[in-house]
């Protein structure tokens, strides 16, 4: 999922970073004051990750107060797509499958009470439903398969608009005309089994996407009134399957109860959830999420307080304090998503390979990513599926696949002009008429990293038009619209919906996938043996086999040089002395709601 969307509040995992290269955090990386957590990738010493965090024996009770900057986009399951928003959602609901929070690879059954069966030819996935999980009141029974087909179902429901229904789902059969009511492509055989029955043969990319929290059930005879209203009214007056539960009334009202905007929502026991049925401890009784105020005063409450945490990217300032003085309440979760620079593949000069490869070898790679921390919140990137994502090793790990243009992380001028040579400039310099258009992101450190692509870009000949705009601008008039014909745009950034390969690279790098809004495949990129790969890596099953085959992939997206990567991001966390926190590995990497504990 591009950070546009649910993370374009996040700003970025590491963006509150910038300049912090300055500031003494890009000390670490080096083996005296790292470690590794597997890949290569490293953390400083003494930091948290949520490999070394326990899972278990932690303290029960009290309440953790939470303080963040952002406000929640939707509460709603059927809506949410927002890492702020996902947080308090998989502590109150449960989707059919969820990641425990020290892996990203393979997901445990949750509202399924044992892995999903896969029929040979690819095209039903059974899933059995838990027993002994109730819905928290008003509502108050036994959930059903019926529940979570329509939770599903309602992804479809026009006015529960999901975003990634189509993505991800559209190979249900009848998902095409689907309109929030029952289609073939879902059944319920009995109370205790879902079927989903696919018109191609998608089933690996439709049980991965069953972590998202679409398939968590949801009860239509109590939320279906609310459905009825454009927008939705569900996310108001939620139900809970969870171990927590938005606080409401007693018809269930959560919005001016348990959640006022933009000021603060509470957390509270789900007195039906059943620990017997569910992998998380829950230690907390109760979490106090504050909303707004400045990020640098929040920090440093949380830091200098008690039990609290923030769960966004905390500023600068606070980054480089808790790594100074508090380095045992910083927590650094790897493997939370990527930028790389897009460029026009379609026309103009980098519709040219060797011009492409010219660009890779000439970017300095370490500076883009000092202005984003340094080696304490970034890793060099070097290919397309980022750590944590299968496939990741057998695409080259941390080094990357072997080649001139990939091996000088710093640049490399002269290999540079080897290529724009082999594309017809015989100086080893762009010498055409086109002047490049070139769009970036406002912001730090955005806007450093663009400064820094527009000189290089310079220092191989080009003439540029340079523009900074404000990131949702960027990808909604500029980057996203192929008709702009943007050149360069040196500011874009993904983050899987799920630990899967084609989770990375299908949607940002498959030709299928241009359309003329709203383009996440920002670099018109359009290979037809890429595309063909692409198509079979999709009907693969088994991670191993998945990993394997979009890992071949990436090799050869590398080879073509479709984009040019930089960094693969590590989200700080911050806690106070007496919180036990645990984080996540997957999505943007914050802490977990359902496995820290106060000291």
């Known amino acids: 999922m591009t950070r546009p969307t649910r993370l374009r509040k996040h700003v970025l995992a590491s963006a509150a970073l910038a300049g912090a290269l300055g500031l003494g955090l890009a000390a670490c990386g080096s083996s005296s004051t790292s470690v590794s957590v597997g890949s290569g990738i490293t953390v400083a010493k003494g930091v948290q990750t949520p490999k070394t965090e326990a899972q278990t024996g932690g303290v029960r009770g009290g309440t953790l107060t939470v303080l963040n900057q952002t406000d929640f986009e939707h509460l709603d399951p059927g809506q949410a797509y927002f890492n702020i928003d996902y947080e308090a959602i998989y502590a109150t609901q449960r989707p059919l499958l969820s990641y425990r929070p020290n892996t990203f690879s393979s997901p445990s059954p949750d509202m399924a009470s044992e892995p999903a069966q896969i029929s040979s030819d690819g095209k039903t996935i059974t899933v059995h439903i838990r027993k002994g999980v109730h819905f928290s009141p008003p509502v108050n029974r036994e959930v059903t398969s019926a529940d979570v087909a329509y939770a599903i179902e309602r992804g479809a429901n026009p006015n529960v608009p999901n975003p990634y229904f189509q993505s991800y789902f559209s190979s249900l059969e009848g998902a095409s005309t689907a309109n929030g009511g029952p289609f073939p492509g879902i059944t319920t055989p009995d109370k205790d089994t879902i079927a989903f029955h696919l018109s191609e043969p998608k089933a690996a990319i439709v049980l991965a996407a069953l972590v998202l929290p679409l398939s968590a059930p949801v009860p239509e005879e109590y939320a279906r009134k609310y459905d009825a209203h454009s927008p939705t009214e569900y996310g108001n007056y939620l139900v809970a399957t969870g171990p927590y539960m938005f606080k409401s009334n007693s018809e269930g009202k959560v919005l001016g109860i348990g959640y006022e905007p933009g000021k603060s929502a509470t957390l509270v026991r789900n007195p039906n959830w059943n620990p017997a049925t569910d992998f998380r401890p829950a230690y907390l009784n109760q979490i106090d999420i504050k909303i707004g105020g400045d990020p640098n005063v929040i920090g440093r409450q949380v830091l200098e307080g008690s039990d609290m945490v923030q769960n966004e990217a905390p500023a600068q300032s606070i980054v480089q304090l808790a790594y100074e003085q508090f380095r045992r309440q910083l927590e650094i979760s790897p493997g939370a998503g990527d930028h790389y620079i897009a460029v026009d ?80 400039y015989p100086s080893g310099r762009y010498t ?39 990131s949702s601008t960027m990808y909604s008039k500029y980057c996203g619209v192929p008709a702009e014909a943007i050149d360069v745009c040196p500011s874009v950034a993904w983050l899987a919906d799920f630990g899967d390969p084609q989770a990375v690279l299908d949607v940002p790098f498959n030709g299928k996938n241009i359309v003329p809004t709203g383009n996440n495949n920002w670099g018109l990129v359009n290979n037809p043996e890429i595309n063909q790969a692409m198509d079979a890596a999709e009907l693969v099953v088994g991670t191993q086999a998945r990993a394997a085959a979009w890992a071949a ?11 040019i990567p930089f960094d693969w991001d590590k989200q700080p966390n911050i806690e106070s002395k007496d919180v036990a926190g645990v984080g996540d590995l997957w999505n943007s990497g914050a802490w977990d709601y359902s496995y820290t504990s106060l000291k």
């Open 553 to 563: 992939i990436d090799r050869k997206l590398v080879a073509q040089a479709v984009a």
């Open 345 to 424: 593949n379609k026309q103009g000069p980098f519709a040219n390979v060797d011009v492409r490869k010219a660009l890779w070898a000439a970017l300095d790679r370490v500076a883009m990513n000092k202005a984003r921390g340094g080696a304490l919140v970034t890793n060099v990137m070097t290919h397309f599926i980022y750590p944590e994502i299968p496939g990741f090793e057998q695409a080259g790990g941390l080094a990357g696949p072997r080649v001139d243009y990939n091996d000088y992380p710093e640049g490399n001028m002269a290999v540079a002009a080897k290529y724009m040579k082999l594309a017809g």
């Open 432 to 470: 055409g008429g086109k002047t490049l258009q070139v769009v970036g992101s406002t912001g730090s450190p955005s806007a450093e990293d663009a400064e820094i692509v527009n000189q290089t870009l310079q220092n191989l000949g080009f003439k540029t038009r340079f523009n900074l705009v404000d």
